[in-house]
């Protein structure tokens, strides 16, 4: 039997050493000491699920930091950018946070991307009182009510309602007014929040929801599914899914024959550009929600010289070469919150979550007003139509007229083509 | 007493820790890294001192948080209600489990728990009450003391930490500890010597799942958001083994110094390099000493000591 | 909505993706099964397969299944390496039960880590003609995007059993499995055999995961679906029958596609690993066991 091995003095002023060695020199702050930089902090999905519009978005805020330094920087200072990876992972998320608050102390924050980073980071800005702009979560503020915290996601007032609203007012409006509908997608954060919107829509049109599962996010193969929605043989179906199950569900429909009236909705990933070039032609017809398109109607101020610098450094990273999704929201956020600082000349955070909240701001993605709980006073989830797609090549996405936006109105940029079937010819 | 007297000493300097409010980041990452050597001790306590490795932890851990959020969601508990009950929730499961597969070779009991997370994971997604694939959204009320759940939370963790390390400390010096021992490096042996091999075992697992639970109760305290995908985050797996591993699985200071050294990198490199780079660190690492070290950083300085 | 036609399309799906996760298996059922030893790396090994099929597609419009093949003797080669280290760190001093089973959970790590540092957590996919096609017999729709790994997982599970029953190193191995002294007394080197199995193994664990990129999209994670997925086949189709992996495996399959297309998907990855739980508890020798 062995005697207990009792570690002595030696083995404890190693772990000692260890610890205050690594202790030190996490904490100890490496700023480039230029003049006195205006510090911007935020924690991103660098790594993790979450990653693949993580890192897009973290290369438009620093467009946004170069292009702001290019011009004197914000009341005569330069910004800085601190970030951290958050891996896609909440429990980070605090850690970060007070790192960036305590020990870099930046002036200001910014959220990391999706709605599952910004849920912890929520009570931290709530109890030290910080503005805080929000990069795409989906109705975070609804429990806490917080007056400084504005979301650059375009959902609108009601933002998990408003997720199907598009989709299935265009589904209304058409002749015959479809009469079925199957709701389908994944368990998982994003879908338990939009199906219940798409619920009430059918209810509210008087269309009789003919199939409403959810399936595992791990599952490997749609076409049970897809058979399964084609039996009942609905005019109507929507999707709330994403990137990995959206492609499944897209090519077990196309494989089953599964053809409604009118197919998508709330796919997450169709917006990738290598999805789109995955899927190619038979992406056509699928009416989906998305954010902005390559079409004359959204080709705001400043958002052709952004995409050119953006396309220009995403080939050398690696990450989405078209970057059509989130990068201009990313860069927009912070180019709001530039704004208003120097609106303001003041980095006091209530004085800028006021200027923010009583201001229409012109910016890249056209013009922001933000209303209730921080969410856009008026929505703007696009509603776009495959068409036209031929083969694989990336070129055909680069500019107009493969992605049509049919709603809102005021970004109209084309017909619709109904039914889904005549797409596909 | 001694080890008591020692553990309270621990619990008070935490107190003291806290309440000279240093920088606050301190006690955010401290108290990651106090949990994770609650985590590793629990571990241990199954896998090094009986030889049956748990693939399980984030199973464990995750209804040990869960638990918590239902009693929060449901009866407005407080947090020593939460912790013991967390505790208790998956001290039943260890014994469930065990009940289950110890009874078979080592291997079916750790291909068990692997299975065990995917099958809780989506028990937990299903459960809307919880907060299902969501999340569940943690409205804290007002901290009892320190004014401030982030130091009020860090000194629970010392104390659970001090806690863990005296228990795992008593059991491998008591007899349960020299049976674990025996069945440990001959299980049909120590059977004939008269050892229960299989109470001894269910006892481990029990032990082992209610440290794991208390670890994890009051995790949606500390991060005020939980979802399924991070709470069962296969990293608490990857850890719970690595720790042990590289500070010595068969005595309770292994898995502290394991969980000090690896815990504090991880919270550094998470600010500081790639921290995709910093998971390979720690699967190389891992290997490393499983492959040339396998006694740990324990078993090295005996080594150097020349016993 | 039960209908006879959407029963028979499950079924029939459900019988595809049992050959694919048959041929997922059958590594498992080999090195665990036949000789014991718990690689938990496996499915890493399955990812990286479809990651290097994912590669040659992209790079050189190499059809997947074909990437496969022409790579197997390489991953012959790691797989030997693997055991041979893992034999002379663990199984030689006895002490593989722990040290083991942490050595390959590492590999698994590092294998699933080192594809994220290096492609990225984007969903790969990859083209090949069959994809995106199916046929109609008779009201069932067959896919061949499933219809080929089908096919050749049933001819991996063939030319295993020939292999073991037929050839000398084949049935060296399954002397292995049951009695070493015996097998060396015979002149054959029990560690040489463990090699080879080990290292046919991971050679079919990448060739299944070239199959599994043709299914569906992948990402370095994947992996951790199938790490209870093969377990739970193998031991639910018995220890050491190679013909039990095959039929565990349609079994899970049709009670997954079932499950998915009648009760909804939510459930059956659920009841997958509870059958596996169940059968640890009820019938830990599975169907066919010995």
């Known amino acids: 039997m062995r005697k207990p091995w009792k570690p002595g003095i030696l083995g404890w002023s190693l772990v000692g050493v260890a610890v205050v060695a690594l202790v030190l020199a996490g904490l100890d702050p490496s700023t480039a000491q230029t003049k006195n930089p205006i510090k911007i902090g935020l924690g991103m999905a660098l790594t993790g699920g979450l990653s693949a519009n993580g890192k897009p978005a973290l290369m438009a805020i620093q467009i946004w930091k170069d292009d702001v330094n290019r011009k004197g920087g914000l009341l005569g200072r330069p910004v800085e950018l601190i970030y951290y990876d958050d891996q896609t992972n909440p429990s980070t998320v605090p850690g970060i946070y007070t790192k960036l608050l305590d020990v870099d102390k930046v002036d200001f924050v910014v959220s990391g991307y999706g709605t599952n980073l910004i849920a912890p980071l929520m009570p931290i800005v709530m109890e030290r009182k910080l503005t805080l702009m929000g990069i795409l979560g989906l109705a975070n503020n609804e429990k806490y009510k917080y007056p400084n915290y504005f979301q650059i996601q375009p959902a609108g007032p009601d933002p998990e309602a408003n997720w199907a609203t598009g989709f299935f007012e265009l589904a209304a409006r058409q002749n015959p007014k479809p009469q079925t509908v199957a709701l ?132 050398e990273a690696g990450v989405d070469p078209l970057g059509y999704y989130l990068p201009p929201y990313a860069y927009a956020a912070v180019q709001i919150l530039g704004q208003a600082i120097e609106a303001t000349k003041s980095l006091d955070q209530q004085k800028v979550a006021d200027h923010i909240r009583k201001t229409e701001f012109s910016t890249i993605v056209g013009k922001v007003k933000f209303g209730q709980n921080g969410e856009w006073a008026k929505s703007r989830v696009l509603q776009v139509q495959y068409q036209g797609i031929k083969g694989t090549d990336l070129e055909q996405f680069r500019g107009p007229g493969k992605k049509i936006v049919l709603y809102p109105e005021e970004f109209k940029s084309g017909t619709m083509i109904y039914p889904y079937a005549a797409a596909r010819k | 007493m001694g080890p008591v007297l020692v553990a309270l000493a621990v619990l008070a300097g935490g107190i003291l820790l806290a309440s000279l409010r240093v920088n606050p980041y301190i006690y955010f990452a401290g108290y990651v890294v106090l949990q994770y050597i609650v985590i590793a001790t629990a571990w241990n306590i199954l896998g090094g001192y009986a030889g049956y490795v748990n693939f399980g932890t984030p199973a464990f851990f995750a209804l040990g948080a869960y638990t918590a959020i239902f009693l929060m969601e449901a009866y407005k508990a407080p947090l020593p209600v939460l912790i013991v009950a967390g505790g208790l ?53 007002s901290p009892p003391f320190f004014g401030n759940w982030a130091l009020l939370l ?14 795992a400390r008593f059991i491998e010096r008591s007899w349960i500890g020299r049976g674990l021992s025996a ?62 591993m590289i500070g010595g699985t068969t005595t309770w200071i292994g898995p502290v110094i394991g969980a000090v050294l690896l815990g504090t990198a991880q919270q550094v490199a998470t600010v500081t390099i790639s921290s995709e780079l910093n998971l390979l660190i720690v699967g190389v690492v891992l290997v490393f000493f499983v492959v040339l070290a396998p006694e740990g950083l324990v078993g090295l300085a005996r080594r150097l000591r020349g016993r | 909505m039960f209908s006879w036609d959407l029963l028979a399309n499950a079924v029939v799906a459900g019988v595809l993706l049992g050959g694919f996760y048959a041929a997922v298996s059958l590594g498992i059922s080999l090195t665990f099964g036949l000789l014991d030893v718990v690689n938990i790396a496996h499915p890493a090994f399955v990812v990286l397969g479809a990651y290097m099929a994912y590669m040659m597609n992209t790079a050189f419009g190499v059809d997947p299944i074909l990437t496969g093949v022409v790579l197997m003797p390489v991953f012959f080669l790691v797989g030997a390496a693997v055991y041979r280290i893992y ?85 060296a191995i399954m002397g292995v499995s049951q009695d070493r002294l015996a097998l060396r007394l015979m002149g054959a080197n029990p560690v040489r055999i463990k090699t080879i199995a080990f290292g046919i193994g991971i050679a079919a664990a990448t060739l299944s995961g070239t199959l599994l990129i ?42 997954e596609s079932l499950m998915a297309t009648f009760f909804g998907p939510s459930w059956s990855l659920a009841v997958s690993f509870g059958v596996l739980l169940l059968a640890l508890a009820v019938r830990p020798a599975g169907l066919f066991g010995r």
């Open chain 3, 214 to 255: 043709a299914i569906a999209p992948v990402v370095p994670s994947t992996d951790r679906d199938y790490i209870g997925r093969v377990f739970a086949i193998t031991v639910l189709g018995g220890l050491g029958s190679i013909g039990g992996t095959l039929v565990a495996a349609l079994i899970l399959g049709i009670a």
């Open chain 3, 87 to 171: 034999y002379g760190s663990f199984e030689r001093r006895g002490e593989e039960a722990l040290r083991g089973l942490v050595f390959f959970f590492g590999v698994l790590f590092i294998i699933e880590v080192s594809l994220s540092l290096t492609y990225g957590v984007d969903y790969r996919m990859v083209e090949a003609g069959y994809i995106g096609k199916s046929i109609d017999l008779g009201g069932v729709g067959i896919s061949f995007r499933l219809l080929v790994p089908f096919i050749v997982g049933l001819v991996m599970t063939l030319a295993l059993h020939l292999f073991l029953s037929r050839t000398f190193y084949g049935r």
């Open chain 1, 184 to 315: 389908v997608g994944a368990d998982a954060e994003y879908p338990r929040n939009a199906l219940p919107g798409a619920r009430e829509w059918s209810k509210k049109l008087g269309m009789k929801i003919v199939y409403d599962k959810t399936y595992p996010p791990s599952t490997v193969d749609y076409t049970p599914i897809a058979r399964a929605i084609k039996a009942v043989n609905p005019d109507v179906v929507f999707v709330a899914s994403y990137p990995p199950d959206s492609v499944g569900m897209i090519r077990a429909a196309n494989e089953v024959g599964l053809q409604p009236k009118i197919f998508g909705g709330g796919m997450v990933g169709l917006q990738y550009t290598s999805v789109m070039t995955s899927l190619g032609p038979i992406l056509n017809g699928i009416v989906n929600y998305d954010f902005w398109a390559p079409e004359p109607t959204m080709m705001f101020p400043g958002i052709k010289e952004f995409f050119a610098e953006y396309q220009k450094r995403a080939k």
């Open chain 2, 89 to 141: 929730v998956s001290a039943v499961l260890g014994l469930g489990i065990g009940y289950l597969t110890l009874r078979l070779r080592g291997t079916f009991f750790s291909i068990a728990t692997l299975a065990l997370s995917v099958v809780l994971q989506t028990l937990i997604i299903n459960w809307d009450f919880v907060g299902g694939a969501k999340g569940f959204t943690v409205i804290r009320p």
């Open chain 2, 154 to 167: 860090f000194t629970v963790m010392v104390g659970m930490a001090a806690a863990a390390v005296v228990v």
């Open chain 2, 183 to 244: 069945l440990r490096d001959n299980e049909e042996a120590a059977e004939c010597m008269g050892v229960p091999t299989l109470r001894l075992k269910l006892f481990a697992t029990t032990i082992s799942g209610f440290f794991l639970g208390v670890a994890g109760a009051p995790f949606p305290y500390y991060v005020t958001y939980v979802e399924p995908a991070s709470a069962f985050d296969l990293n608490y797996a990857v850890n719970a083994l690595a720790m042990p």
